[in-house]
Each structure stands twice: as structure tokens, then as C-alpha cells.
């Protein structure tokens, strides 16, 4: 069996990560099944596989972590590779060799609801394709998994709901790096395009009557240039901060020097990063959205996504009193608890072992 994972710090590099190294930390607990991953070289750093076979990519391309590049690289490693099933850790799958059995993971379906409409161009050919073709689909929450029913018309049977563990391990703590603003901030860590809301977001902080600082942690993509141009309207332009790239350990330090995250979120699949800041204690403001409510409700201020007010009034709030903050941490480590990085990977391992290579159909699954 065989995952193609490529890299990067994205959400579903950064899922695949997670989930690679948990199969690994596994492995001896599914002996019956011989796993193998295939990746870039800085995958393969990333992972650390100790146990699982790792197969390095022969390609060298210098966009390979992102894009098209990732997209023709798991390509050609699936038409190649010896294997017996293949394991995709997004809603992708084998079309250059489309006899092969595959599972595949569903994070969302943002492309049909008009976020990302260059971007994922590919998306909207290639994901209903490998929707209706795999043997067996993971939707990591169960907002993708009705929205698999309701718009690709996959059937519900098809499909297991596994949630994800916080997406970053737990790092020791050392010192903060020097891109750390010198005072508090509120920080969001994400794509930094349309559906993210951050215009919104940027407003509300102009509005907050707060001593702190704004800190914009991800990589430009669609509709960047709304962002940059809210920040050149905002009056307190000067203490918004955007940081583009960052290792694990520089995001791991935002975490925990944060004075709180704030995901205003128009549309999210499962909201990984609400659930790395819970577990580490930073406080969560994030989008009364479906996917958000399911994953992270207990443990985050939910606020409406489109109202500015209710964002200004809540980042006051989190810094005029301390009593909410706290609170806030506590029901964040509640919610992050129920979470499991190795439980992800058993219910994985569970989902391949149960898959009949021979039928396109699963075997009774029985945990």
C-alpha cells in the first residue's frame, strides 16, 4: 500500500504529515498491512518515518510541494509504484492508471462554492472523477461528508467520517523567535485568500479599541490584493504584520505567544488550526460556521462570519478581561482532548484493511 504526500504547510501537506507520521507511530499494531510513502525529499524530513518504507520522488521540480507540480508528480509515482492499493491523502486519484484500487481524502469542496476559481481549475474535473472511482472516500468531518452526498452525489456508504488530530506535534518550548512582535498580538494562521474573510477581519481589529498587534502567518493566494489593500486603509496599518513563511517551530512559537487566534472563516472543510492553537493553550475566536461548529463549537467563540461589530466587540472583550480568556483556554484543551493523531491513524488503517481489492465495494467494517 502506498500514501503520496508531497509537503509544504498548507493544510493538507500539513494533514498528510500528521497522519504519515501517526501510521508510522502504529505500524506494529496492523502488521498484516505493509505501508509505504511516497514523497519529496522534504517530505520525507518532515515525516521521519522510522518503520513505514519511505520512496523518495526521483523528480526534482522546484514548485513540486504545491500546485500542478505535487498533482504530476503523485501522477506518475501512482502509475509506477507496486502496490496493492493506493492511499491519497486529498481527493485525488490515480488517472493515469485508473484500473488501480484507490482510497482517497475529502477535506472540502471550496471549489464549488467559488473560492479558488483559478486555483483550482484542475479541481473541478479531477475531484468528481476521483470521487466516483474510489473504492472508498475519508471526509474529515462530517459537514465534507454531506457535502460529498449533497453535491457530487457520492453515496453515504461510500464514505467514513474520520476526523483529524491537531495538525502540528507539540514542539518544547525555546525562545520566540525575533519576527514575534515585541507586545501582545492576535494571530491568524491560513491561506491568505477570499475565503479566509480577513478583509473583514482587518476591519474589525482598525475598530477594536486594543493595544495589540495583528499578525497574518500564510501564503498569498487568491484575492490577496483585497487584503493588502484593507491593510493600506486601515489606520493602524502600521502594527499589521504578514508573514509569509514559517517553519513548524516559528508557528508552533505564534501559537503560544498569541494572545489569541482568530479565524474568521467564510467556508472551512474541519479548521485545523483552531485546534493547534487550542492545544496550546491560545484561545480560539473563529466563524459561526458548519464545519467549524462540528470540529472546534466548544472550544472556540463562535462569531458571525459577516458581522464586523461582533469581531470588534470580541477582540475587546478578549483583552479587558482576563476571566474569558482563561475560560476560553480551558475549553479549548476540553475540545483538543477528544482529538487523537494515532486514533486518525488506526480508523485509516481500519478503512484499508476493510477495502475488497477485488469488488469496488467495502467490506463490513467492524472496529
Request: with cysteine; hydrophobic share 40%; proline share 10%.
Given at each position: 500500500m502506498v500514501g503520496l504526500l508531497a509537503g509544504g504547510?498548507?493544510?493538507?501537506?500539513?494533514?498528510?504529515?500528521?497522519?504519515?507520521?501517526?501510521l508510522d507511530e502504529i505500524s506494529r499494531e496492523f502488521t498484516e498491512l505493509r505501508l509505504s510513502l511516497i514523497t519529496t525529499e522534504a517530505g520525507a524530513e518532515a515525516v521521519g518515518a522510522r518503520t513505514i518504507e519511505v520512496r523518495p520522488l526521483s523528480v526534482r521540480w522546484g514548485r513540486l510541494n504545491r500546485g500542478l507540480g505535487r498533482i504530476v508528480a503523485e501522477q506518475l509515482a501512482a502509475r509506477s509504484a507496486e502496490t496493492d492499493l493506493l492511499y491519497f491523502f486529498d481527493l485525488t486519484g490515480p488517472v493515469l492508471a485508473q484500473q488501480r484500487p484507490f482510497v482517497?481524502?475529502?477535506?472540502?469542496?471550496?471549489?464549488?462554492?467559488?473560492?479558488?476559481?483559478?486555483?483550482?481549475?484542475?479541481?473541478?474535473?479531477?475531484?468528481?472523477?476521483?470521487?466516483?472511482h474510489a473504492r472508498a472516500l475519508v471526509a474529515i468531518s462530517a459537514f465534507t461528508k454531506d457535502e460529498l452526498v449533497q453535491h457530487l452525489r457520492?453515496?453515504?456508504?461510500?464514505?467514513?467520517?474520520?476526523?483529524?488530530?491537531?495538525?502540528?506535534?507539540?514542539?518544547?518550548?525555546?525562545?520566540?523567535?525575533?519576527?514575534?512582535?515585541?507586545?501582545?498580538f492576535v494571530l491568524f494562521v491560513g491561506n491568505l485568500t477570499e475565503s479566509k474573510n480577513l478583509p473583514l477581519l482587518i476591519r474589525a481589529y482598525t475598530r477594536a479599541n486594543i493595544d495589540a498587534a495583528l499578525v497574518l502567518l500564510g501564503r498569498p493566494l487568491e484575492r490577496y490584493g483585497d487584503i493588502v489593500a484593507e491593510i493600506a486603509r486601515s489606520s493602524r496599518r502600521a502594527r499589521i504584520h504578514v508573514i509569509h513563511d514559517a517553519t513548524d517551530n516559528e508557528v508552533d512559537h505564534f501559537y503560544r505567544a498569541a494572545t489569541a487566534l482568530v479565524l474568521p472563516s467564510l467556508y472551512e472543510g474541519f479548521?485545523?488550526?483552531?485546534?493547534?492553537?487550542?492545544?496550546?493553550?491560545?484561545?480560539?475566536?473563529?466563524?459561526?460556521?458548519?464545519?467549524?461548529?462540528?470540529?472546534?463549537?466548544?472550544?472556540?467563540?463562535l462569531l458571525p462570519p459577516y458581522d464586523e461589530s461582533a469581531w470588534a466587540t470580541a477582540l475587546e472583550r478578549l483583552f479587558a478581561d482576563a476571566a474569558f480568556r482563561d475560560e476560553l483556554r480551558a475549553r479549548g484543551a476540553e475540545t483538543v482532548a477528544r482529538y487523537s493523531r494515532s486514533q486518525t491513524a488506526r480508523e485509516v488503517r481500519l478503512l484499508m484493511r476493510s477495502v475488497d481489492l477485488t469488488n469496488p465495494k467495502l467490506v463490513p467494517h467492524h472496529p
Open positions: 504547510h498548507s493544510g493538507v501537506p500539513r494533514y498528510a504529515q500528521s497522519l504519515a507520521r501517526a482517497a481524502t475529502a477535506h472540502d469542496l471550496s471549489h464549488l462554492h467559488s473560492f479558488g476559481r483559478f486555483r483550482q481549475l484542475h479541481k473541478r474535473r479531477l475531484i468528481p472523477w476521483a470521487a466516483r457520492v453515496p453515504a456508504e461510500k464514505i467514513r467520517v474520520i476526523r483529524s488530530g491537531p495538525g502540528m506535534m507539540m514542539r518544547p518550548e525555546t525562545p520566540i523567535p525575533a519576527t514575534v512582535p515585541g507586545g501582545p479548521g485545523l488550526t483552531a485546534l493547534e492553537a487550542m492545544q496550546r493553550s491560545c484561545p480560539v475566536l473563529a466563524s459561526d460556521i458548519p464545519a467549524i461548529r462540528e470540529i472546534s463549537g466548544g472550544g472556540a467563540e
